[in-house]
Each structure stands twice: as C-alpha cells, then as structure tokens.
C-alpha cells in the first residue's frame, strides 16, 4: 500500500475485491455455462467507493441482508456453483438490479458482501485489490510502481476510459458512394416511370384523361418507391449498426452536423429528380 500511496498521495480508497468459492473449490458464476463472476467486498461503503458512486438506499438493504446486486444486464438470473464438481444453484436472501459503471459492468455480474459469502459456508479468495478516487495519471503511476516493485505486469490492470468511435473520412466516403448509387437507382426508375407515362399520355389525353391525373400517377409511384427504399435502407442499416454496437460493447460519438449535411443533400437530389420526371409528364 506504500507504493500506492507514493505513487498517488493519500486520498486514494483501496478496496479488497474477493471471488467467493465453495470448500472444495468451485466458484461462483452468474449462469450455470460459467460466466458472469460474482464478486465481494467487505462493505457497502467499499462498494460505493467501487463503483464511484454511492448505492441507493434500496440496494444497501439488500446487500446488508444477505442479498446480491445484480448487473441490471444479469437481472433475473441464479447464481451457480462452476468447477470440478457437481454443480449446485446459490441461493441469497434478496436481489436487486442496478446498472453498473462501465469498467464494473464489463466483468462482473453481482456483487455481494463478505459476511454474506461467509453466511454461506464460502471462503474468499480475494483476487483482485482496486484503488479508487484517483486520476488517470495517478492511476498509471500506481501501475508503474507496482510493476518497477516486481509485481507482474500482465496482473496490474489500470481503467481507461473507451475512446469513442467516430466515423472515418473512408467510412463517410463509403457511406457518401453508396447514398450515390441509391439516387442513381431513384433516377432510372423515375425515368422509367415518366417515359412509360409520356408514351400513354397522347392516347390518355385523347381520351380525356387531365394531365394532371397523370402527374399524379408519376408522384404516387415515385414516392411510393422513395419511402419503400428510404424506410428499408433505415431499418436495416440501424438493426446492424444497434447489433453491433451492443455486440462489441462500445460508445457512439457520430459528427451529427456532417450526417445532416449528408441526409439533406441526398433528399435534395432526389427532390430535384423527382421535380424532373414530374415536369417530363406534364410536358
């Protein structure tokens, strides 16, 4: 702890992270496939210092009952035993689910108190000690110490904060090529539409049929076209992109302004298309 306090000052809260285990061994885990660790800590407070946050009121009852708090992602599930021998469900006394802070969520499934694992006939093994209300730099100052100290540095893990994705000048270009050849398949069917239309306008006039009825015709096949083809590309490209980004886990930060930009000089083109074939009909 010396090491860290050099490294850090004074101020920092170090919590003891333990992995409860039954007497021959197993661990405890979230699913019964054995994934979703379920961690301990010593208190409420040491939980607070944790997650950088203080637990609501709700939460500390359960957990200073017997209970677990549940990732709100892992929230219905029962924890089991995992290992070498037969596998048996852990019963607690009450549950509850909150949302995790990212760097806590990623890892663990729940966590309980020390006395709880102990009221269960666990042992703790703790795994893992946590330094909290540190900076960034100070953080990597602790990892340095303790690396120069001889500890193994595959052991020593310092937080980072995810760096946002942000969409590449290649990806906007992409996404510019294919809004291209959407409005170049717009134009050809609008074309096709306005000169099937004009070939039958004589005939259709002839027979007293307005012209505007045909403009009509022309806008309600076009527009047709556009929402079908505006609603599709929309709904399939946010299902991927929504499955992506919660597969890989990761912050979104677009350049709004740019995508603005981009939607409305897409609409205009297909306005100024659209206008087009609507003045070839009429004439």
Request: glycine share 12%.
């Amino acid at each position: 702890m010396a090491l860290v306090t050099e490294a850090a000052g004074e101020d920092v809260s170090v919590v003891t992270v333990s992995a409860p285990m039954t007497r021959d061994g197993q661990g405890i885990v979230a699913t019964p496939d054995g994934f979703g660790s379920i961690e301990t800590v010593t208190s409420v407070n040491a939980l607070n210092d944790l997650l950088g946050a203080p637990v609501p009121d709700g939460a500390s009852t359960v957990l200073e009952g017997g209970g677990i708090l549940w990732n709100d992602s892992h929230s219905g599930l029962t924890a089991w035993t995992v290992g070498a021998g037969a596998q048996e469900t852990v019963t607690f006394a009450a549950e509850l689910s909150l949302p995790f802070e990212r760097r806590w969520a990623n890892s663990t499934a729940g966590f309980i108190l020390d006395e709880t694992a102990t009221s269960l006939d666990l042992i703790l093994d703790p795994n893992a000690i946590a330094f909290s209300g540190v900076t960034e730099e100070d953080a990597q100052a602790i990892g340095d110490a303790l690396v120069q100290a001889g500890y193994d540095g595959s052991l020593v893990r310092t937080y980072r904060a995810e760096d946002p994705f942000t969409v590449t000048p290649f990806q906007l270009g992409l996404l510019a090529a294919v809004g291209v050849v959407g409005v170049a398949l717009f134009a050809i069917a609008v074309r096709g539409i306005a000169d099937a239309l004009r070939r039958q306008s004589t005939s259709l006039i002839a027979l007293g049929v307005p012209r505007t009825w045909l403009a009509r015709v022309f806008t309600r096949e076009a527009g047709t076209l556009l929402l079908l083809g505006v609603t599709a590309g929309t709904v399939l490209s946010g299902c991927i992109t929504a499955i992506g980004i919660l597969q890989l886990g990761i912050s979104v930060e677009a350049p709004l302004a740019p995508i603005a930009a981009y939607l409305f000089g897409i609409l205009v083109l297909f306005a100024t298309l659209g206008a087009i074939g609507f003045t070839r009909v009429r004439t």
